[in-house]
């Protein structure tokens, strides 16, 4: 297969096709083809050794590209929020914990791996779902992840034991890990560079306010209900996402949608067609996986950039992780709060997100003006200005929660502190993650993986120890660690944003893609792809 990418213009067909086919029907039939399509000659002449090359028509009423503004917004909304169910899935079982512990009689470190192995799911799903939207597009992974999802969930609700439970989690995370990997590739089909930030940090704030708000509601229906009503829950809301999925969402990955034109084109006219895509190697899934299996570690450790950021976010996803065992030690075991009311300590967290979401709509005008002042290629520094922000904030408003978490300071303090920190969260994740597909074009979805497992890693491992720390250390001390490691962290983004042309010509997979973008600097008209 080409390597494919649409940042830049893809060579259309002079014909003007507007939407002859129904919204629902692009929905059920991704092959679906209008009587235009028909008629139109296609470059080539239809046999083995030249087939009919099929490309987007002008004006095609199935490039996703060109999909009206309110569709564009209801699928970028349907997909952020299949990422919020599945992030509210992680952090929820945190708040009715303590009914679990009772009803299953197990040990808190015991009960923890419910949240663990399930945050450990998100690490290991993308390995295997990342490569196989390349190969059957995004539509189909995700009716089949989420609908295993809602059902794994509800088995959850039912469960006996506490090892069927877990078991249970494990595979839940695994199979909702696809909407953290496949939404933003939905996004990027749809939405160019120029608008690409603001669908992306409607994206952003689900895996983030997920884990703030799965407290609050777990804690609260824990509490008068029980934690198979939290699951249960769950279990629906999973249910109903997958639902808006297979009704509302079409497929709308270039390459898959002109194979399916190819092969529909084909039966009908019992010509040779094959995609632009297709006209050169087209990888299998085989060759796919162990692309994928292999390249993110190569570049994890051999490219700097990519080990140290995603140490960095991975630090920082870590310690929001750290939250969900710290806060019951914090507000519950030390204020006396129930479980319901301590779930509302997170609201600091989510304010903190919600002011970042904002704030990146204020941004975006700076990085917009960078990127017209570039004619179209901004360099990936212009991404780091937020990041660097964020890097005062997050260490900022740990080390405020650590020293104002003692029950003989107000409750408000501490919990003030945390808007800091999830301010922090948002730009960092966005920045990040902007900065590392910027930077890595070609190889973005080797780089993205890379990043996954070792964020998912540490938000898996970071709760299993934070009850140990808080014991050993006490509120103060354990609370100031993820404060101390993330303030380690403050000269990354300063020296990439000073330093990080320099950087990456050094960096092999970072020289290639720089290469790459120049070429396409010089050839405005070539058409683009992407290796990865």
């Known amino acids: 297969m080409k390597p494919f990418s649409r940042d830049h213009a893809i060579p259309r067909e002079k014909r003007t096709d507007k939407r002859p086919i129904p919204s629902w029907k692009l929905v059920l039939d991704q092959g679906a083809v209008a009587q235009s399509v028909l008629s139109h000659q296609h470059a080539g002449s239809g046999t083995e050794e030249?087939?009919?090359?099929?490309?987007?028509?002008?004006?095609?009423?199935?490039?996703?590209?060109?999909?009206?503004?309110?569709?564009?917004?209801?699928?970028?909304?349907?997909?952020?929020?299949?990422?919020?169910?599945?992030?509210?899935?992680?952090?929820?079982?945190?708040?009715?914990?303590?009914?679990?512990?009772?009803?299953?009689?197990?040990?808190?470190?015991?009960?923890?791996l419910g949240l663990s192995l399930f945050v450990l799911g998100f690490a290991l799903g993308p390995v295997f779902w990342a490569p196989l939207s390349e190969v059957v597009g995004r539509q189909y992974p995700f009716i089949l992840s989420f609908g295993a999802m809602a059902v794994?969930?509800?088995?959850?609700?039912?469960?006996?034991?506490?090892?069927?439970?877990?078991?249970?989690?494990?595979?839940?995370?695994?199979?909702?890990?696809?909407?953290?990997?496949?939404?933003?590739?939905v996004i990027s089909d749809m939405f160019p560079a120029r608008q690409r930030a603001l669908a992306l940090s409607l994206f952003a704030a689900g895996p983030f306010m997920g884990p703030a708000l799965g407290p609050i509601i777990g804690g609260f229906l824990g509490m008068s209900a029980g934690w198979r009503w939290v699951e249960g829950f769950l279990?629906?809301?999973?249910?109903?996402?997958?639902?808006?999925?297979?009704?509302?969402?079409?497929?709308?990955?270039?390459?898959?949608?002109?194979?399916?034109?190819?092969?529909?084109?084909?039966?009908?006219?019992?010509?040779?067609?094959?995609?632009?895509?297709?006209?050169?190697?087209?990888?299998?899934?085989?060759?796919?996986?162990?692309?994928?299996?292999?390249?993110?570690?190569?570049?994890?450790?051999?490219?700097?950039?990519?080990?140290l950021l995603s140490i960095y976010i991975a630090l920082i996803y870590g310690a929001l992780f750290m939250t969900f065992g710290a806060f019951p030690i914090v507000y519950q075991e030390g204020r006396g709060w129930n479980e319901g009311v301590g779930g509302l300590s997170f609201l600091g967290i989510m304010v903190g997100m919600i002011?970042?979401?904002?704030?990146?709509?204020?941004?975006?005008q700076r990085y917009l003006h960078v990127f017209d002042k570039h004619n179209g290629f901004a360099p990936p520094e212009a991404r780091l200005p937020p990041v660097i922000l964020a890097s005062i904030t997050i260490p900022a408003g740990l080390f405020w929660f650590a020293w104002t978490n003692s029950p003989s300071v107000h409750w408000m303090a501490s919990i003030a502190a945390c808007v800091p920190f999830g301010f922090g969260v948002i730009l960092v994740y966005l920045g990040?993650?902007?900065?590392?597909?910027?930077?890595?074009?070609?190889?973005?979805?080797?780089?993205?993986?890379?990043?996954?497992?070792?964020?998912?890693?540490?938000?898996?491992?970071?709760?299993?120890?934070?009850?140990?720390?808080?014991?050993?250390?006490?509120?103060?001390?354990?609370?100031?660690?993820?404060?101390?490691?993330?303030?380690?962290?403050?000269?990354?983004?300063?020296?990439?944003?000073?330093?990080?042309?320099?950087?990456?010509?050094?960096?092999?997979?970072?020289?290639?893609?720089?290469?790459?973008?120049?070429?396409?600097r010089e050839s405005p008209n070539q058409e683009s792809s992407s290796k990865d």
């Open 355 to 364: 002011l970042a979401s904002i704030y990146t709509v204020y941004d975006n």
């Open 50 to 112: 030249s087939p009919f090359v099929v490309a987007w028509l002008n004006n095609d009423f199935r490039d996703p590209m060109l999909l009206s503004m309110t569709r564009k917004i209801m699928i970028t909304l349907i997909v952020s929020f299949a990422t919020l169910v599945v992030a509210l899935a992680s952090s929820a079982y945190t708040g009715c914990m303590k009914e679990l512990i009772e009803d299953l009689d197990v040990d808190k470190e015991v009960a923890t």
């Open 235 to 307: 279990a629906a809301l999973a249910g109903f996402s997958w639902l808006t999925m297979a009704v509302f969402v079409p497929e709308t990955y270039a390459p898959i949608l002109l194979r399916r034109r190819a092969q529909r084109l084909s039966q009908l006219t019992g010509k040779v067609y094959r995609a632009r895509f297709d006209m050169g190697h087209r990888a299998g899934l085989g060759e796919i996986l162990r692309k994928s299996l292999s390249r993110p570690w190569v570049l994890l450790f051999r490219e700097p950039i990519v080990l």
């Open 152 to 185: 794994l969930l509800a088995g959850c609700a039912a469960s006996p034991n506490i090892e069927c439970l877990i078991v249970l989690r494990f595979f839940a995370g695994a199979f909702g890990s696809a909407p953290l990997t496949n939404a933003g590739g």
């Open 432 to 520: 990040i993650l902007s900065y590392l597909i910027d930077s890595y074009t070609i190889f973005a979805a080797s780089v993205l993986a890379a990043n996954s497992v070792m964020r998912s890693g540490f938000g898996a491992i970071f709760p299993l120890f934070t009850t140990y720390m808080y014991e050993g250390l006490g509120i103060h001390w354990a609370s100031s660690i993820p404060a101390f490691l993330t303030l380690a962290c403050v000269p990354f983004p300063i020296v990439l944003y000073k330093k990080g042309k320099l950087i990456r010509k050094r960096c092999k997979y970072a020289a290639q893609s720089e290469a790459y973008m120049q070429s396409l």
